[in-house]
């Protein structure tokens, strides 16, 4: 029961990062420089530690966080097409280390 509400609350959280990524750019709670990178990488490491925890495989939470960085750089594509959003390079390598930080974090939690 506890790794399928896992699952599903990366499933919700998925869709809530898709949805944050298409509508026009939030007003972030703290402002500093780098900020939206941080949230990036914050939102990536929570999106690839739950499938860590909530998957027995290390295989399938592995596949789980190359989606999340796939996701990332797809969404970041998307953002260029879109007026109010921008594709930032920048954006995908905070994304890409915060899933791999969020596999490394998950693996610690699942011990």
């Known amino acids: 029961m ?4 896992v699952l599903c609350l990366w499933a919700i959280s998925i869709v809530y990062v898709i949805f944050e990524s298409i509508t026009p750019t939030p007003d972030f709670p703290a402002d500093f420089n780098f900020a939206d990178k941080v949230y990036h990488a914050l939102a990536y490491a929570w999106l690839a530690a739950l499938p860590t925890v909530g998957f027995r495989q290390r295989k399938a939470a592995l596949y789980a966080t190359g989606a999340m960085i796939v996701l990332g750089v797809a969404l970041e594509i998307v953002q260029a097409f879109l007026p109010t959003r921008s594709c930032e390079l920048g954006d995908m390598l905070a994304d890409a280390v915060g899933a791999v ?6 693996s610690l939690i699942k011990k």
């Open 2 to 5: 506890w790794k399928k509400s």
């Open 101 to 106: 930080s969020g596999f490394y974090l998950g």
